[in-house]
C-alpha cells in the first residue's frame, strides 16, 4: 500500500475533472510508473481524465518566456496598441508590423505585452522570430 498525491486538478465546463502528474521521463522510476497507473484507472473509474505531463516543448517554453518578460502593465501603452490591434487585423509579420506602427525599439514591448495578455496571438509552435504571423485574437462570444 502506498500514497500518491497527483500535482494537479483542474474542474472542466463540463463538471467532469482532470488530474495530472508532472515528471521529466526520465525520473519515471518503476514504483512512480505504477502510482500513476493506478491514479488513471481510478480517475477513469469516475468519468475524470489523467495526464502524466513530462517535458515542455522547448520551443513553446521560449515562445512564452520571452512574451512574459513584457507582462508588466507598463508595457501596455494604450496609443501603441490601438494601432497593433488595427495592424494586426490582417494576420502579418511580427516584425513587418511592428514598423507599420513606428520604431520597433518602442513597438515591440507593447507588441510582446499584447501577446502576453492575448490580445494578439502567434502560433507558440513555432520559434517567435520577426516573421512569426501575429493576428488579433478571435473576440471571445
Do not use: K
Amino acid at each position: 500500500m502506498r500514497s500518491h498525491a497527483p500535482d494537479w486538478l483542474a474542474r472542466l465546463a463540463d463538471g467532469t475533472g482532470v488530474v495530472i502528474d508532472c515528471r521529466p521521463a526520465d525520473r519515471v522510476r518503476p514504483r512512480d510508473a505504477a502510482a500513476f497507473a493506478t491514479t488513471g484507472r481510478a480517475c477513469g473509474t469516475v468519468g475524470w481524465q489523467y495526464r502524466l505531463v513530462h517535458e515542455h516543448d522547448p520551443v513553446l517554453v521560449a515562445n512564452v518566456r520571452w512574451p512574459a518578460a513584457y507582462r508588466h502593465p507598463r508595457h501596455d501603452d494604450t496609443a501603441v496598441a490601438a494601432r497593433l490591434l488595427a495592424v494586426f487585423e490582417l494576420p502579418r509579420a511580427l516584425l513587418a508590423g511592428a514598423e507599420v506602427v513606428g520604431d520597433p525599439i518602442a513597438v515591440l514591448p507593447v507588441l510582446y505585452h499584447l501577446l502576453w495578455t492575448g490580445r494578439l496571438v502567434v502560433d507558440l509552435s513555432v520559434p517567435l522570430r520577426d516573421r512569426a504571423v501575429v493576428r488579433v485574437a478571435e473576440a471571445a462570444g
